[in-house]
């Protein structure tokens, strides 16, 4: 009897441990591969050294030369998020980012700036449309963002991804190119090509830049921009462990001259990609730990325990059926010596 209790408690723990296996990889683990609403904000250094690049001081445009630090800050906007509605409402997140450009060989004096709001998918990170998104670069105005800007995807997959673009105003992709391991890490690498690109400048600025930096003969302009971007990106998470771009930019005139506006390589420094990967470390093991490892140890466990189950039981069953049980036979008549009835003889069954 008490083999066979013993049985039971341990398939019913068994199927128990199973089905938090399941919970854990259907419920749980897709509910962890997707951005928090209370994620913390992230910063990224890049730097570039010896660039040629524009700078614009109290209206004087001038051609400088030196060192470049740009700082990307991404942080989530509670309250624009709580007012998604429709399909965004639970899906998407609102994210505030800028950037900030300095010059570290002249006082750390401001280059170039902009900041952003726009909503993301919670689990592919890429934007999603959305009519309060704005982007100000010195005057704020509407836009409407495509593709991915500071995430890949939870899961990325080794293919193209489109990349946005803020100077030409659109996503490009981005081509898988190889594996490799970084700060212990393995890595996908993705490099964006944009070539021939024509950035987008207001008006105003556009004509400081012809009456200063070209000759009178140039009545208008256009900016051409070249970049190549390579991003490293921690599959799991999606998120950007190194990135690198190699930027240039001409402002080229309606009478054919040239000047360079920018021509920097900047490259993310160490303390950016060791930060980056411890992140993207931890947060790859929790998600492992919810999507793998504890499904198949609950699941393992549940079905060891669910199988020792039933063979305790079973085998409980075949001791019980298998030992006769023992009769004191027919006592109908009366005992002759004192005229009782005789007593029946043990009737429990040993097992």
Same mark, same amino acid.
């Given at each position: 009897?008490?083999?066979?209790?013993?049985?039971?408690?341990?398939?019913?723990?068994?199927?128990?441990?199973?089905?938090?296996?399941?919970?854990?990889?259907?419920?749980?683990?897709?509910?962890?591969?997707?951005?928090?609403?209370?994620?913390?904000?992230?910063?990224?250094?890049?730097?570039?050294?010896?660039?040629?690049?524009?700078?614009?001081?109290?209206?004087?445009?001038?051609?400088?030369?030196?060192?470049?630090?740009?700082?990307?800050?991404?942080?989530?906007?509670?309250?624009?998020?709580?007012?998604?509605?429709?399909? @965004? $409402?639970? &899906?998407?997140?609102?994210? /505030?980012?800028? #950037?900030?450009?300095?010059? +570290?060989?002249?006082?750390? *004096?401001? =280059?170039?700036?902009?900041?952003?709001?726009?909503?993301?998918?919670?689990?592919?990170?890429?934007?999603?449309?959305?009519?309060?998104?704005?982007?100000?670069?010195?005057?704020?105005?509407?836009?409407?963002?495509?593709?991915?800007?500071?995430?890949?995807?939870?899961?990325?997959?080794?293919?193209?991804?489109?990349?946005?673009?803020?100077?030409?105003?659109?996503?490009?992709?981005?081509?898988?190119?190889?594996?490799?391991?970084?700060?212990?890490?393995?890595?996908?690498?993705?490099?964006?090509?944009?070539?021939?690109?024509?950035?987008? @400048? $207001?008006? &105003?600025?556009?004509?400081? /830049?012809?009456? #200063?930096?070209?000759?009178? +003969?140039?009545?208008?302009? *256009?900016? =051409?921009?070249?970049?190549?971007?390579?991003?490293?990106?921690?599959?799991?998470?999606?998120?950007?462990?190194?990135?690198?771009?190699?930027?240039?930019?001409?402002?080229?005139?309606?009478?054919?001259?040239?000047?360079?506006?920018?021509?920097?390589?900047?490259?993310?420094?160490?303390?950016?990609?060791?930060?980056?990967?411890?992140?993207?470390?931890?947060?790859?093991?929790?998600?492992?730990?919810?999507?793998?490892?504890?499904?198949?140890?609950?699941?393992?466990?549940?079905?060891?325990?669910?199988?020792?189950?039933?063979?305790?039981?079973?085998?409980?069953?075949?001791?019980?059926?298998?030992?006769?049980?023992?009769?004191?036979?027919?006592?109908?008549?009366?005992?002759?010596?004192?005229?009782?009835?005789?007593?029946?003889?043990?009737?429990?069954?040993?097992?």
């Amino acid at each position: 009897m008490r083999s066979r209790v013993l049985g039971t408690v341990l398939f019913g723990l068994g199927v128990l441990a199973i089905v938090f296996a399941a919970g854990l990889y259907f419920v749980v683990a897709p509910k962890a591969a997707q951005l928090p609403y209370d994620m913390e904000p992230t910063q990224s250094v890049a730097e570039a050294q010896n660039a040629t690049f524009l700078q614009v001081t109290s209206g004087e445009a001038k051609i400088n030369h030196g060192a470049l630090r740009s700082t990307v800050t991404v942080q989530p906007d509670a309250k624009e998020t709580a007012n998604l509605e429709g399909d @965004l $409402d639970g &899906t998407a997140i609102v994210w /505030l980012a800028g #950037q900030d450009v300095v010059n +570290t060989s002249l006082n750390s *004096e401001r =280059v170039s700036a902009y900041s952003t709001r726009l909503a993301v998918d919670r689990e592919t990170g890429a934007a999603v449309p959305w009519d309060g998104a704005w982007l100000d670069t010195g005057n704020q105005e509407k836009i409407d963002y495509s593709g991915h800007m500071y995430k890949f995807p939870f899961g990325t997959e080794k293919k193209a991804y489109p990349i946005y673009d803020r100077d030409i105003r659109e996503a490009q992709p981005a081509e898988f190119v190889k594996t490799e391991e970084i700060a212990g890490l393995e890595t996908y690498q993705f490099t964006q090509k944009i070539v021939d690109g024509r950035q987008q @400048l $207001d008006p &105003t600025q556009l004509s400081l /830049l012809v009456n #200063q930096l070209l000759d009178p +003969t140039a009545t208008t302009a *256009e900016v =051409v921009y070249n970049n190549t971007r390579t991003v490293w990106v921690e599959p799991v998470t999606g998120q950007f462990i190194r990135v690198s771009e190699e930027q240039s930019k001409e402002l080229v005139g309606n009478n054919g001259q040239r000047v360079t506006l920018l021509d920097a390589d900047f490259t993310y420094t160490e303390d950016t990609i060791e930060r980056s990967a411890a992140a993207a470390s931890d947060n790859r093991q929790k998600l492992q730990l919810v999507g793998l490892w504890g499904p198949l140890v609950l699941g393992l466990i549940g079905l060891i325990l669910a199988v020792v189950g039933i063979i305790i039981t079973v085998r409980s069953g075949r001791s019980a059926t298998g030992v006769p049980a023992q009769s004191g036979g027919d006592h109908d008549d009366l005992d002759e010596g004192d005229g009782k009835p005789a007593t029946a003889g043990s009737h429990r069954a040993e097992g």
